[in-house]
Each structure stands twice: as structure tokens, then as C-alpha cells.
């Protein structure tokens, strides 16, 4: 609705009201009065709503998969390999025979400042590992 429908609403439900109110016990007055009054007053109603942004809710944010923090850890380069030192550990966990005692903060230091060479190097020893054992 446009501002001067709205004013117009206002001023017709405000008219109405007075002449409800006015009419007193004369029932045949009254009754039009309040009923164009609330009719008004309604149309204002679901002007607001009509303008009002309700918030959505989603449900409750969800963790990334595998796949999306192997991309990411991946796309950071140095940074984004304690994330996939982290990945390794947790596969390791989660694979059903004795895993392997996590690595030390060093242990992840040097994996972190390695070449990139060597750092596949030791991503693609693990990961065989890993298929061995499961």
C-alpha cells in the first residue's frame, strides 16, 4: 500500500470510530460505523504485516563435510595443513583398528613448514597406510 492509502485508512477508521462512539445507543448508526471502523482498521493491519520482514530460522548451522574441509584446507595452502593433519588423525580414529598416537605440536610444525613435496610425500604414506589397515 502506498503512503496515501495508508493515510486514508487511518483517517476513515479514526472518522468511524468518532461516529460510533457518537451514535451512542442508536444501534442503526453504531453498528455501520464500528463495523467500516474495524474494516479499516484490519486493511492497516495487513498493510504492516505485508511490510514487516519476519525473521527466518534455519535450523542449526551444520557442520562441513570431509569433502568441503579437505577443499578448503587445500585452497589455504601451509595454513590449511594442520586442518588436514587434523582430518588424518580423525580417519585414523575412526578406522576401526589401532590407530596411531596423534602428532605433537613439533611433529605438526615441521609438516607445516615443509616443502610441498615433502608434505605429499608424507599425505600419500599416510593415506596408504590407512587403506591398509582398513
Given at each position: 500500500m502506498?503512503?496515501?492509502t495508508?493515510?486514508?485508512l487511518c483517517v476513515v477508521a479514526?472518522?468511524?470510530?468518532?461516529?460510533?462512539?457518537?451514535?451512542?445507543?442508536?444501534l442503526g448508526l453504531a453498528l455501520p460505523a464500528a463495523t467500516i471502523a474495524v474494516g479499516?482498521?484490519?486493511?492497516?493491519?495487513?498493510?504492516v504485516l505485508d511490510r514487516t520482514q519476519w525473521p527466518t530460522f534455519g535450523g542449526p548451522p551444520s557442520e562441513p563435510s570431509s569433502t568441503t574441509r579437505v577443499q578448503s584446507a587445500f585452497q589455504a595452502g601451509r595454513?590449511?595443513?594442520?586442518?588436514?593433519?587434523?582430518?588424518?588423525?580423525?580417519l585414523?580414529?575412526?578406522?576401526?583398528?589401532?590407530p596411531r598416537p596423534p602428532l605433537t605440536a613439533?611433529?605438526?610444525?615441521?609438516?607445516q613448514s615443509a616443502d610441498p613435496e615433502q608434505f605429499r610425500r608424507?599425505?600419500?604414506a599416510r593415506i596408504g597406510d590407512l587403506e591398509r589397515r582398513t
Open positions: 502506498n503512503l496515501s495508508v493515510v486514508f479514526v472518522l468511524a470510530s468518532a461516529a460510533a462512539i457518537a451514535a451512542g445507543g442508536n479499516a482498521a484490519a486493511l492497516l493491519l495487513v498493510a595454513a590449511g595443513r594442520v586442518e588436514l593433519l587434523a582430518l588424518l588423525d580423525a585414523d580414529r575412526e578406522s576401526g583398528t589401532a613439533t611433529e605438526v610444525a615441521t609438516f608424507y599425505l600419500d
